[in-house]
Nanobody, 126 residues
Framework: QVQLVESGGGLVQAGGSLRLSCKAS?????????MNWYRQAPGKQRELVAG???????NYADSVKGRFTISRENYDNTLYLQMNALKPEDTAVYFC???????????????????WGQGTQVTVSS
């Protein structure tokens, strides 16, 4: 299993910055091959904000490109999201997500599983 614990959310004025962290732990944490940040605003669907593969490749939602930076410390499975130039529309609960892929038998068959953190609130005031 994988446990994900987020931290770093809070209240900030528009134009300010926050840094979110997500610590992954558990038996399957060594099988993580991708980690992502999602967010969900009230009344809206959960959306992908940014993602990073174990090899370091990243992707971002168009709405955050140039303002947010995702990074990961592979040695301790900690994910970060540096958020700059925050806007009121960035207000949401931010969730850490991990995708794992692992071998399940001696023949080499694999399985995949997704894990989610509990979420951390980010509120940007105008």
């Amino acid at each position: 299993q994988v446990q994900l614990v987020e931290s770093g959310g809070g209240l900030v004025q528009a134009g300010g910055s926050l840094r979110l962290s997500c610590k992954a732990s558990g038996r399957r944490s060594t099988s993580i091959n991708a980690m992502n940040w999602y967010r969900q605003a009230p009344g809206k669907q959960r959306e992908l904000v940014a993602g990073i593969m174990t090899g370091g490749s990243t992707n971002y939602a168009d709405s955050v490109k140039g303002r947010f930076t995702i990074s990961r410390e592979n040695y301790d499975n900690t994910l970060y999201l540096q958020m700059n130039a925050l806007k009121p529309e960035d207000t949401a609960v931010y969730f850490c997500h991990a995708h794992t892929k692992f071998v399940v038998n001696v023949e080499g068959a694999t399985a995949e599983r997704d894990y989610w953190g509990q979420g951390t609130q980010v509120t940007v005031s105008s």
